[in-house]
């Protein structure tokens, strides 16, 4: 499965174009959050993104909340808007958790979970699935300018007890186009330039 992975984007409309363009090779797009900035310019962002015809997978970021996202999307028809659930697409399930997590210092505007809220929305993230979630795990891929890991124990805790076939995330800006592992998880910072992926679904056969 062909995958083109994404994140904070943040209002930039040429990437955005770009983003677009890349999807016509691309059997599912995955958008790990943070379309818009401070709640504003989703509109426009998203008036670009949905002309992606594939299969996409999009989270709230911080930025966003999922009620504001649900509402830009409403007339994009292939786009899966995901925050505590789950879809299937060509067979794989695809999991979303949207929002900062652990709650960031930015104040009331930012869309943020504690890591407890975080860990009942991901509660029913199966095995073998794609978690796509705007913030990394703690310890992967969540290094910040000043070299601290700002990512998420709820996160993490859950890629190690359901070992995902993939970890798709945002949030941390200097760890953008990153990758790494956990357990036998890879985790992707995505970042707004994108990154093309090749899943291998378990028990798939060469033609």
């Known amino acids: 499965m062909r995958l083109l992975l994404f994140s904070d984007l943040h209002r930039d409309t040429a990437a955005a174009a770009d983003l677009v363009k890349r999807a016509r090779t691309a059997d599912v797009v995955v958008g790990a959050g943070d379309y818009s900035t401070v709640h504003r310019g989703l509109d426009e962002i998203i008036s670009i993104l949905q002309q992606i015809e594939a299969p996409t997978i999009l989270v709230p970021g911080n930025n966003e909340t999922i009620d504001e996202l649900r509402q830009a999307c409403s007339d994009w028809e292939s786009a899966h808007v995901l925050h505590g659930n789950g879809v299937t697409v060509g067979g794989i399930t695809f999991c979303g958790l949207g929002g900062g997590v652990p709650v960031t210092p930015f104040g009331p505007w930012s869309y943020d979970f504690t890591e407890q809220e975080a860990l009942a929305l991901l509660s029913e993230c199966p095995a073998t699935s794609v978690l796509v979630s705007h913030s990394p795990p703690k310890g992967v891929v969540d290094v910040s300018a000043d070299g601290e890991n700002l990512g998420s124990t709820a996160v993490r805790d859950t890629v190690i ?33 994108g990154v093309e992926w090749e899943l291998d679904i378990p028990g798939a056969t060469a033609n």
Not at 177 to 185: C, D, F
């Open 161 to 193: 007890a359901q070992n995902p076939l993939l970890v798709v995330c945002g949030h941390i800006h200097p760890s953008a186009g990153q990758q790494g592992m956990l357990g036998e998880t890879t985790v992707v910072n995505a970042g707004p330039r």
